[in-house]
């Protein structure tokens, strides 16, 4: 999996003191920059404004919110850019790109582990033309909202203000004008999306090493992302054991696509496995990270049968292509006509990537090898009785289902550094080229071949629409033994309480 990167928005209702939190040498034990492109008394106004118009809208409940706070993270290495600069050239962007006013720091965490900006704006317009008006005396407000002419119309029969009433009183502010409504631009989804693109290429023109850039994560694509952990987070083992899922299907996808599966099929499973029925049960029983867990589980397991179909359709798909190659490179080697089509930009094409992707396929196989070894090994442990007489035999089991793990978790280091090590931002990315590449040259040696009177076989490889099938057969096959278990251990429980009757 790439890097990717990580901007959080949040709705402030105390925008005055979250700015002199966050830039504050006094309240923050590592702080190295902070700037701002406004005077802090426009912080002040901006809250006024807020208040009023809250209070103005007739709200009774939720809260106030004064401004909107965007949480950079950066690359370690922009540690050896000057803090200043790059916090002003960070906080200057976005003004100019959105032309707001902001007040930004550039922090570490206590533990030293997470480098990054804190940028406050306004998400209104200050107005060239400004208007502040006072009551110039004591005013009445109803419920609704509305003014009423005396104090009684808003007082309950033993004489106190109603709730939802309100008394203005002479010298309070009762009509204010400095700021623009709320932009709707900074409401929308689109909006993150696009701070996030805008943040991560600023990043990515700052790094100095490849290894330090980062992507904006795709939402619709084939990989989960995972969640953030803040400060002091209550949920903080909830959202590790949740990390760990999703990190495991991530791994699971980059294993099908290098074996054979396309991004589109597996996207389409997680649609369909995933996040439908993640929306479908936290309508039904609320936000339950066992749930979650539950369904995760079960769609990594579907994931790895559908590679275990992949790995054995590739063995025998490996002599086929032998034979093929055979005989596209005695094509090759003939003498062409003048309309013959020429092939060398496709296979210089194909060349370049095929190691690569070799590469990736050596060290998946070897990957999904260890892994199975490791399904033989835990399941020779889960069936061996626990006694004082067998337990050096456990003991050796499970050092060697831990020696296992190693190896599987260094596979899944190479293979996450493979697609780096020759230019490429990914797996994804390597197995989309290797396609492409390898559909353009089978087609420019068949067309060859026919111009040549050779017949090259034709090797048959499963569609996307098979393999979507494939995924949806064994989709439906998991759900069918569950609901099976389901109706056995139901009726065990029936009978159990008819014997207990």
């Known amino acids: 999996m790439p890097r990717h ?3 959080r928005m949040t709705k402030l209702t105390n925008v005055k003191g979250r700015v002199d939190y966050i830039s504050s040498p006094r309240r923050q034990e590592h702080l190295y920059a902070s700037y701002s492109t406004i005077e802090p008394e426009f912080w002040d106004r901006l809250a006024e404004q807020a208040h009023y118009d809250f209070w103005k809208g007739h709200q009774k409940n939720g809260k106030c919110y004064e401004a909107r706070e965007l949480i950079i993270a950066l690359p370690e290495s922009l540690q ?4 200043d600069l790059l916090l ?11 032309g707001v006013e902001c007040t930004a720091a550039l922090h570490h965490n206590k533990t030293m582990t997470n480098y990054h900006i804190h940028l406050v704006f306004a998400d209104r317009d200050l107005l060239e033309e400004k ?17 009423v002419r005396t104090k009684k119309e808003i007082l309950d029969a033993d004489g106190n203000v109603r709730p939802g009433c309100r008394i203005l009183a002479k010298g309070e502010i009762y009509e204010m004008k400095l700021f623009s409504g709320r932009r ?36 619709a694509g084939p990989y989960l992302p995972t969640r953030k952990i803040g400060k002091n987070n209550p949920l903080e083992a909830e959202i590790c054991s949740d990390n760990q899922l999703r990190q495991e299907w991530n791994h699971a996808v980059d294993q099908v696509l290098i074996a054979g599966g396309t991004q589109e099929e597996v996207t389409e499973f997680k649609h369909e496995e995933v996040v439908k029925k993640v929306i479908v049960s936290v309508q039904q029983n609320g936000d339950r990270p066992g749930l979650f867990a539950d369904i995760i589980v079960r769609a990594i397991a579907i994931l790895k049968e559908f590679l275990e179909i992949l790995m054995k359709a590739a063995e025998k798909e490996d002599e086929k292509q032998k034979i093929t190659g055979q005989l596209a490179a005695e094509n090759v080697k003939k003498d062409g006509k003048a309309s013959r089509p020429d092939s060398r930009e496709a296979e210089l094409r194909f060349m370049k990537i095929e190691p690569v992707y070799q590469n990736l396929n050596k060290c998946n196989r070897k990957l999904y090898a260890l892994q199975k070894q490791k399904e033989t090994v835990s399941t020779a442990l889960n069936g061996m009785r626990k ?5 050096g035999d456990r ?4 050092e060697r289902i831990d020696g296992l793990q190693r190896q599987i978790d260094q596979c899944r280091i190479q293979l996450e550094a493979i697609p780096k090590q020759y230019g490429y931002e990914n797996v994804k990315q390597v197995t989309a080229e290797y396609r492409a590449a390898k559909k353009e040259l089978d087609l420019i040696h068949r067309v060859q ?4 009177g050779i017949t090259i076989p034709e090797i048959r490889i499963h569609t996307q629409k098979e393999s979507e099938s494939i995924l949806k057969r064994l989709a439906a096959k998991q759900l069918e033994a569950e609901e099976r278990k389901t109706k056995v251990r139901r009726i065990k429980r029936e009978r159990k309480r008819g014997n207990e009757l």
Do not use: C
């Not at 208007?131 to 003014?147: D, I, P, W």
């Not at 006694?387 to 337990?391: D, V, Y």
């Not at 003991?395 to 499970?398: E, G, S």
């Open 387 to 391: 006694s004082i007489f067998n337990r």
């Open 184 to 219: 709707d631009e900074f409401k929308t989804k689109s909006f993150l999306a696009d701070v996030k693109k805008m943040f991560t290429d600023l990043i990515n023109q700052t790094v100095d090493r490849e290894e330090d850039r980062l992507q904006v994560f795709n939402a």
């Open 5 to 7: 990167s990580f901007v």
């Open 80 to 83: 050896d850019k000057d803090p």
């Open 131 to 147: 208007k502040v008006s006072y009551a110039t005396r004591n005013m009445f407000f109803n419920e609704e909202g509305r003014h």
């Open 88 to 98: 002003q050239l960070f906080t200057e962007s976005f003004r100019k790109q959105y």
């Open 449 to 452: 071949a026919e111009w040549d």
């Open 395 to 398: 003991k050796a089991l499970q």
